[in-house]
């Protein structure tokens, strides 16, 4: 018979939980990629607020579009100017 220890071993290797496993939201993606890319995307989200200052947030959905439109603009623009640096080189 296997003792406690070992069982608790095996278990604890396992990865089981009872706990769901956390998962990152759209949003939270794609930070990781845009800090990945030697970006800030708080910074990013800070200039498209201040972008449109007049803009209005009803619900959270649109907060969250929001945030991943600028984001994603912000990897577009990271890869246009890898790109023409590589064309230019």
Known sequence: M???EKLRQVYSRSGLSI???ATLSKVEMLKEFVRSLGLDPEKVLV???FAEPHRIVING???EKA????LSEAVKDWLRREILTKNMS
């Open 2 to 4: 296997l003792g406690v």
């Open 19 to 21: 706990k769901p496993k």
């Open 47 to 49: 200039r498209d607020a």
């Open 61 to 63: 959905r649109d907060e």
């Open 67 to 70: 945030q991943i439109r600028a």
